[in-house]
């Protein structure tokens, strides 16, 4: 088990919560560390545990899980990967500006969530594939200003990490972007790396609506 992917999650409904629990705990090469039934909780085992993932709720009490994961972030504790039962909503975004590295629809199927679980932990940002392209357009609609929304920070870019940004604009996997590039996986993670450093961006997603933007 020391290679499985260590999971925390939150979710203040204890029957959803247990089957989501049971679902991550039928994958051999996930293990799941600890439950959280709202947001304050969730941040403190965060803390205790330092899981590898976070699987978020976003609607929980006492501290929801937009500002849960805004914690969870700053604080470089975990990943996470938001559970809504909406496909765009106000909490959706707020989660992805908060740092989150995608989120997924609670009527995802089981196998897709642990996949989902295991392309997060490889580093790879994710969002429900049904909403992907609607939502990047409408966060990118948005008026919020990015942490590198000036045009002027892709100047600090190489010409393949543009290459690369705009390939996670269009919210292509490392492997797409590989063959689309015709550049190794591993290559194509050091550039995704160092370009999120340069755009101080906390996730893919954020480089995938950055990119959007600015036209990339």
Same mark, same amino acid.
């Given at each position: ?56 709720? $976003? ?7 937009? %500002? ?38 609670? *009527? ?11 392309? @997060? ?10 909403? =992907? ?24 870019? =190489?010409?393949?990490?543009?290459? @690369? ?7 292509? %996997? *490392? ?40 036209? $990339?």
């Amino acid at each position: 088990m020391s290679s499985a992917v260590r999971v925390l999650v939150a979710e203040d409904q204890s029957a959803v919560r247990a089957g989501l629990v049971l679902i991550l705990r039928s994958a051999p090469d996930i293990e799941v560390v600890g439950e959280a039934a709202d947001g304050e909780q969730a941040v403190a085992l965060a803390r205790e545990l330092r899981p590898d993932l976070v699987l978020m709720d $976003v609607q929980m009490p006492r501290l929801d899980g937009v %500002s849960a994961t805004r914690q969870v972030v700053a604080e470089g504790l975990a990943d996470v990967l938001v559970l809504t039962t909406f496909d765009l909503d106000e909490y959706v975004f707020g989660a992805l500006r908060a740092g989150a590295s995608g989120f997924l629809l609670k *009527n995802t199927e089981a196998k897709d969530l642990v996949e989902a679980v295991r392309t @997060v932990a490889r580093g790879e940002g994710l969002i429900a594939p049904a909403v =992907t392209r609607r939502l990047i357009a409408e966060f990118a609609a948005k008026p919020v200003r990015q942490p590198g929304a000036d045009p002027a920070v892709l100047d600090t870019l =190489t010409r393949r990490e543009r290459e @690369v940004l705009a390939c996670l604009g269009e919210g292509l %996997s *490392n492997a797409d972007i590989a063959t689309r590039l015709d550049m190794a996986e591993a290559t194509v993670k050091t550039h995704v790396s160092r370009l999120l450093a340069k755009l101080e961006l906390r996730s893919r997603v954020q480089a995938a609506v950055l990119a959007q933007e600015l036209g $990339v």
